[in-house]
């Protein structure tokens, strides 16, 4: 979208002549400064639809200067509304302005120019009656995109049809579509669970990976960014796949596209036990378990058997891994 800063109002050029002060002197005010184009978050939004019907904002400028040493109006600074988890960029650098997660959160991403200067400003001993004043500021112009993350805590990651969506379902009040035919998540779901009336955290479930998913194949790899304000990672496998496999092609993908979100802290959930008998379970837990390193837990999200343990040990590893400086910022 294109933004552009209102323009500050340019200076005035006038004399004060009042009864009894036939010779008041310059009395040009200043221009009011432009107005600027801020972004601030709306925790009541959660798209960014809006913006694709309301292609280019721009503030208002500022009013020029007046006499009698009056000053312009300061332009109305323009406030977009975005919802949480909105990340802007500039356009033609790819740089980014601002990163706005709490509610209240704003950025400037144009500022507007600064006011002229009138004559009143030029007086000296030597220059009595200046007819001198300067033009207000061009405001900032400028191509921006705006991005749409997820603020999640916890985030899902999987093949399609590992039970991702009936996970979050399970654990949450969250009502993603479910259904037996792959990629029935086309848009990511975020859902949030509260272990105590102190505790709780925000889990978020993301379209199913396939391999070569780095390279564009499939759909999971266009919402993995929205994973990378997670801290902890939930791996669900299905029982009634090769877990094994399904894990390293998971692994793979996430670690092409971020090699510091797949190291980050991680969990495995083999799902879907009702399907498969328990010792085999057992056994690809144990694989699983001396192969990554990582805690293994045994679900049913279907029949919610096994949840409390895996929540539990989310709730542990959230606390003991403090976020990083620059994340917990934004969370």
């Avoid at 209102?6 to 009864?19: Q, S």
């Avoid at 980050?264 to 379970?281: E, F, T």
Wanted: charged share 25%.
């Amino acid at each position: 979208m294109y933004v552009q800063a209102g323009k500050g109002g340019d200076g005035a050029v006038a004399f004060l002549r009042e009864k009894f002060r036939p010779f008041g002197g310059p009395a040009g005010g200043d221009g009011g400064r432009g107005g600027d184009v801020i972004l601030e978050v709306d925790e009541g939004l959660s798209t960014l639809l809006d913006f694709k019907y309301q292609p280019r904002l721009i503030a208002r400028d500022g009013e020029p200067g007046r006499g009698k040493q009056q000053y312009g109006r300061d332009g109305d600074a323009l406030v977009v509304r975005v919802p949480p988890g909105t990340i802007a960029f500039d356009e033609p650098s790819g740089g980014m302005l601002a990163d706005l997660v709490l509610p209240g959160a704003s950025a400037i991403v144009a500022h507007g120019g600064g006011g002229g200067r009138g004559n009143m400003h030029f007086v000296s001993p030597t220059r009595r009656a200046p007819r001198i004043a300067t033009p207000g500021g061009k405001g900032e112009q400028r191509w921006i995109r705006l991005e749409l993350r997820l603020v999640a805590e916890v985030g899902l990651v999987g093949l399609p049809n590992a039970g991702k969506s009936t996970l979050l379902a399970a654990l949450t009040a969250a009502r993603p579509k479910i259904a037996l035919y792959p990629f029935t998540t086309l848009t990511p779901n975020l859902g949030r669970i509260r272990i105590s009336d102190e505790e709780a955290f925000s889990i978020a479930d993301v379209p199913g990976l396939i391999e070569g998913a780095h390279r564009g194949h499939g759909l999971g790899i266009r919402f993995l960014r929205h994973l990378k304000r997670t801290r902890v990672l939930v791996y669900v496998l299905a029982l009634d796949s090769d877990p094994v496999r399904d894990f390293e092609v998971v692994r793979r993908e996430v670690a092409a596209f971020d090699d510091e979100m797949a190291s980050r802290p991680a969990l495995i959930a083999l799902n879907k036990d009702d399907l498969v008998a328990a010792q085999g379970a057992k056994e690809c837990a144990n694989i699983l378990r001396s192969r990554t390193g990582s805690e293994v837990f045994v679900i049913s999200a279907r029949e919610q058997r096994g949840l409390g343990p895996l929540v539990t040990a989310v709730g542990r590893i959230l606390k003991s891994h403090s976020a990083e400086p620059d994340v917990a910022a934004r969370l």
